[in-house]
């Protein structure tokens, strides 16, 4: 019986990572290097020091990776100053479910808590969650499997019997490092053959969960 499920923000619950993709790619031009080169899906949910290394070893030591972060997060407040992310498919249905079949939702995300709290607000969506737990309070963001590890902590329930619900490679390799059951709702990319062999199920609607637990 699993009692807790621990699931991402960015891509998975709202549909902002292609938005994030969109700036990732400004902002690379913006600081005078060609984005055709990054493969900028490599950088959904993975932490600071893994984005970093990506970045220098695709453009050298001589990108200025605090320049391309700086103009990433002033493009995003910008276009959501005047824009609003829609709520993934069957995201509303599927947290009710979860939440009547007795496990209790969690939001494990790389986005600051505050700040991850405030738009789940924003979108009426923060009742549906016990508690929000971000990458940015422990020592190693996703695909290292911290911020999973402190979520089961907080749940206080054992991995077995909790479940992860991600959409990003990086996420999924967190979830599945902290000895979660995880599954993959299908966002910008298509799992690979490594990624589907070791994750319970892979679907494209939210709500689709309530066909496995």
Known sequence: MKKAAFIDLDGTVLDSERIYQRFWKEAIAGAGFDPFF?????LRSADRALSEAYLRSVYGPGIDVDLVRRLRNEGMEEWLSENRYEV????VQGLVYLRDSGIKPYIVTATPAERARKTLSDYALLPYFEDVISA???PHGKPQPDCYLKAIAVAGIAPEEGLAIEDAPNGIEAALGAGLDTYMVVDLSEPDED??????AVFRNFNEIRRYV
């Open 38 to 42: 990054a493969d900028t899906l490599k």
């Open 88 to 91: 993934k498919p069957g995201v």
């Open 136 to 138: 940015k309070d422990v």
């Open 195 to 200: 990624i589907r062999a070791r994750v319970k």
